[in-house]
């Protein structure tokens, strides 16, 4: 274990007197936990660990109270990090020394798993040291997150690493178990935990990864090589040994179910081994030398397993065989808490699962606040907005001085121009008359192919049957063709009809300028240009408080799109039955909190009562709106009547863009059918 995993060390520290019997014990146990002889666990002594396992859970047990009581008192723990053994961090927090001290009982039990001689006993503590990690995980929340920054091994990335690795030892421990079980189908049980095992390895590697970008403290790179080659030989090692243990099964019942070809499954699962040994050895220069002896075994066993393949069963080797499933026992490793804490932690469980439900609870109210509160501030917006005709007064300021078009006319004249005008509308009209007329003849002379095909030749019963009832489902598809052409010619000239009503207009629009056009509501402008002058400083704070206020707005949707996706990321369910660590949902509480304290900053710093005392100072207001509304309301319906016509003969060239394809589609299937029955 000393490749990488190192115990924490500590000070020894001078506790200030005090009558508390609590603290008092704490100050006994940790005196005696500091002097101990830890080099003898990282040796492998069982003894020395199991002495040592008596000394942490009745410190921790205590540590536990002190909490619970919320003792009070100057203490100031150091520790340091495992990997920078030089580098201490001091806090006066119970939960710091918590942390730490059950990292060690992790690390611990790990040892205790790896050297103990009865398997059951070995997978007992390695079922422990998950617990510990899974312990940490969640007070580790509790403690300053700058003091939990000098910590590479504290965060919560390298304690699921220590975990993975843990249930990975676990689950090959339990295969040695069942290994020395001659049965098969325990055979296959043993693999299936193998196959765990290895999978807890792969993620184990993926922690170590994350670690480089997860931490503000990353693990010095040495460090951090040696763990990476040893987690990599692990994945390596269960890899090869599943596949090995498989191949020799396919091989030995070859001869029994020759229809399977399990001597080509059996090679197969030669090969895979053989890849996880040539992609490890590719990235170390250091040789596992277990590794390089399996690798020399099933070299020869696939020279005897090709030639018995080739020769006695003569079944081709395929490149890809459908592989075992392997039977999965991965409720047979469980984190399991020390005897000394079984009681407390089953309690705690149940607390846990209802102060879990309560976050959840919390964290979706916050959505359903953020939420809420933005729809309350777009409708009091909006209110204040129609109330007062906001925009058409906005416009005026942008528009009435230098006699320009307003934005919503601006955008439709502009649409209307790059359609082309009248002149546009006629060339589009021509277009779809065209391809009416194209696929009109096209549909007719498919109609009198089929009526060649009919007669002029003479087939078999039972193909002129076939032949007749082919033709005559081409020929229902054509009418139908025909059909919606004429449904469209229909509807084509209700347009055109619509076209001519607007035809002086089209010809405005197409042969003026923008300033001719805004010219044709003179009345309207001239009635802005008054209001304009009269209400220039008001008209100029409105706008600006309204273009700030969108600003914010979007802000705030932007905000609130982050907030949603950051708690719909997390799967919250109200209704499910909620396995969430309730570690995470308290730190996500804590970073969501943070998040709604911004959001409701922006909030704060709009002020709608201001928009609305401003709107409201206008002089002659009312017989602006009413002159200028009325002007500019009537050219801009006749334009969105313009709008529509250009819309109607869009969809009419899709429309007849999809019957051009269909007709040729039809045709194509004519031609083959035709051509295949000749």
């Given at each position: 274990m000393n490749f990488g995993f190192r115990f924490k060390q500590t000070k020894p520290i001078k506790f200030p007197r005090t009558e508390n019997q609590l603290v008092t014990k704490i100050d006994e146990y940790r005196k005696q936990i500091t002097d101990y002889r830890w080099q003898d666990c990282n040796k492998g002594d069982v003894e020395a660990c199991l002495q040592l396992e008596k000394l942490l859970t009745q410190y921790i047990l205590l540590l536990d109270s002190a909490i619970e009581q919320q003792v009070k008192i100057d203490i100031s723990f150091s520790w340091n990090d495992s990997y920078e053994p030089n580098k201490f961090t001091q806090s006066n927090q119970w939960h710091y020394e918590y942390s730490c001290s059950l990292y060690n009982l992790g690390l611990l039990y790990f040892h205790l798993g790896q050297n103990m001689p009865a398997i059951k006993d070995a997978i007992s503590k390695s079922r422990n040291?998950?617990?510990?990690?899974?312990?940490?995980?969640?007070?580790?929340?509790?403690?300053?997150?700058?003091?939990?920054?000098?910590?590479?091994?504290?965060?919560?990335?390298?304690?699921?690493?220590?975990?993975?690795?843990?249930?990975?030892?676990?689950?090959?421990?339990?295969?040695?178990?069942?290994?020395?079980?001659?049965?098969?189908?325990?055979?296959?049980?043993?693999?299936?935990?193998?196959?765990?095992?290895?999978?807890?390895?792969?993620?184990?590697?993926?922690?170590?990864?994350?670690?480089?970008?997860?931490?503000?403290?990353?693990?010095?790179?040495?460090?951090?090589?040696?763990?990476?080659?040893?987690?990599?030989?692990?994945?390596?090692?269960?890899?090869?040994?599943?596949?090995?243990?498989?191949?020799?099964?396919?091989?030995?019942?070859a001869k029994e179910v020759p229809r399977e070809q399990r001597m080509g499954k059996a090679i197969t699962y030669l090969n895979k081994a053989e890849q996880s040994i040539n992609e490890l050895f590719k990235k170390f220069k250091h040789k596992n030398e277990f590794l390089l002896l399996q690798?020399?075994?099933?070299?020869?066993?696939?020279?005897?397993?090709?030639?018995?393949?080739?020769?006695?069963?003569?079944?081709?080797?395929?490149?890809?065989?459908?592989?075992?499933?392997?039977?999965?026992?991965?409720?047979?490793?469980?984190?399991?808490?020390?005897?000394?804490?079984?009681?407390?932690?089953?309690?705690?469980?149940?607390?846990?699962?209802?102060?879990?439900?309560?976050?959840?609870?919390?964290?979706?109210?916050?959505?359903?606040?953020?939420?809420?509160?933005?729809?309350?501030?777009?409708?009091?917006?909006n209110q204040i907005y129609s109330q007062y005709n906001i925009q058409f007064m906005i416009d005026s300021y942008q528009n009435a001085e230098s006699l320009k078009l307003t934005q919503s006319i601006q955008l439709k004249v502009d649409f209307i121009k790059q359609k082309g005008g009248w002149k546009g509308c006629q060339q589009q009209i021509q277009k779809i008359h065209q391809l009416q007329q194209e696929q009109g003849k096209k549909l007719i002379n498919l109609k009198n192919q089929f009526d060649l095909s009919s007669m002029q030749k003479e087939f078999p019963p039972q193909g002129y049957q076939l032949f007749t009832q082919q033709i005559e489902n081409f020929r229902r598809h054509v009418e139908d063709l025909q059909k919606k052409l004429l449904e469209a010619s229909l509807i084509n000239r209700t347009t055109e009809e619509q076209i001519k009503g607007i035809k002086d207009q089209l010809l405005f629009i197409e042969q003026n300028n923008n300033q001719m056009i805004a010219s044709k509501m003179q009345n309207s402008l001239q009635e802005s240009q008054n209001f304009f002058r009269k209400n220039l400083n008001t008209l100029k704070k409105l706008s600006v408080i309204v273009e700030?206020?969108?600003?914010?707005?979007?802000?705030?949707?932007?905000?609130?799109?982050?907030?949603?996706?950051?708690?719909?990321?997390?799967?919250?369910?109200?209704?499910?039955?909620?396995?969430?660590?309730?570690?995470?949902?308290?730190?996500?509480?804590k970073m969501i909190q943070i998040k709604i304290k911004e959001y409701d900053a922006i909030f704060n710093s709009i002020n709608l009562k201001e928009l609305e005392q401003i709107a409201s100072q206008m002089e002659d207001k009312q017989q602006f709106l009413i002159v200028a509304n009325q002007g500019e309301e009537d050219f801009e319906d006749s334009l969105k009547v313009?709008?529509?016509?250009?819309?109607?003969?869009?969809?009419?060239?899709?429309?007849?863009?999809?019957?051009?394809?269909?007709?040729?589609?039809l045709t194509n299937i004519i031609n083959e059918f035709t051509n295949d029955s000749g």
């Open positions: 040291s998950q617990w510990c990690f899974l312990r940490l995980s969640e007070v580790t929340a509790f403690v300053n997150s700058k003091t939990i920054q000098q910590h590479s091994d504290l965060s919560l990335v390298h304690i699921h690493m220590n975990n993975c690795y843990a249930q990975a030892y676990g689950y090959k421990k339990l295969y040695e178990h069942f290994q020395t079980i001659k049965n098969p189908d325990e055979l296959l049980i043993a693999l299936g935990l193998l196959q765990e095992s290895s999978k807890m390895f792969e993620q184990t590697i993926r922690c170590l990864t994350q670690t480089k970008n997860s931490n503000k403290k990353p693990i010095p790179p040495i460090i951090y090589n040696q763990l990476m080659e040893r987690f990599s030989n692990d994945h390596s090692v269960t890899l090869v040994i599943t596949n090995m243990e498989l191949a020799k099964l396919m091989a030995s019942t690798q020399q075994q099933i070299i020869a066993l696939k020279k005897e397993y090709l030639y018995l393949n080739e020769n006695a069963f003569k079944h081709p080797v395929a490149k890809e065989y459908e592989l075992l499933q392997l039977p999965v026992k991965q409720d047979l490793i469980k984190a399991r808490p020390p005897e000394l804490f079984q009681n407390k932690w089953d309690n705690k469980q149940q607390e846990v699962h209802v102060e879990t439900q309560k976050l959840i609870q919390e964290i979706n109210a916050h959505k359903t606040y953020a939420q809420q509160k933005l729809l309350d501030l777009q409708n009091n917006f700030t206020i969108f600003n914010k707005m979007d802000l705030i949707k932007i905000q609130l799109a982050g907030l949603e996706k950051y708690i719909d990321d997390m799967g919250l369910d109200q209704s499910s039955n909620q396995k969430i660590d309730a570690n995470l949902l308290l730190q996500a509480l313009i709008q529509e016509v250009f819309y109607n003969l869009e969809y009419a060239q899709q429309f007849y863009d999809s019957i051009s394809q269909e007709v040729a589609q």
